[in-house]
């Protein structure tokens, strides 16, 4: 599958005026921005298994396309939502728990990027990936 595989985070784009606009605060967004993200994705199906690690934490993670979960950010963002398949990307909308807003994520495989979409309030931001 088009996701399997190690990634590691390799550079970002406008992330910290993503994380100001979620409202981390600023000691939270600096640290954010070299959490030495590693993503270990694995599909079977419309199934997926996502590791993270970073600096910060090790998580786990499955989840079904089409079906509803909880997720908590490395801030403790409470968000609830699911992930969907739009051609080769998968597209995640969740709304947070404490104020019902939307963050809306995609990932793309391009070459041997993989490239991680965020929006949130009109803000765009983007997390590249290269495999490790």
């Known amino acids: 599958m088009t996701f399997d595989g190690n990634w590691k985070i390799d550079r970002n784009d406008n992330y910290e005026k993503f994380m100001e606009q979620m409202g981390i605060n600023l000691v939270k967004r600096k640290l954010a921005a070299h959490d030495n993200l590693k993503v270990h994705i694995q599909q079977a199906g419309d199934?997926?298994?996502?590791?993270?690690?970073?600096?910060?934490?090790?998580?786990?993670?499955?989840?079904?396309?089409?079906?509803?979960?909880?997720?908590?950010?490395?801030?403790?963002?409470?968000?609830?939502?699911?992930?969907?398949?739009?051609?080769?990307?998968?597209?995640?909308?969740?709304?947070?728990?404490?104020?019902?807003?939307?963050l809306t994520t995609t990932r793309i495989v391009q070459g041997d990027e993989l490239i991680q979409s965020y929006n949130y309030e009109g803000v765009d931001a983007k997390r590249i990936f290269k495999r490790a």
Request: aromatic share 12%; glycine share 10%; net charge negative.
């Open 47 to 102: 199934t997926f298994n996502v590791k993270e690690s970073s600096k910060f934490r090790n998580l786990e993670i499955d989840f079904t396309l089409g079906v509803t979960f909880e997720y908590s950010l490395a801030d403790g963002t409470e968000l609830l939502g699911s992930w969907t398949m739009e051609g080769d990307m998968l597209k995640g909308i969740f709304n947070r728990k404490d104020n019902g807003k939307t």
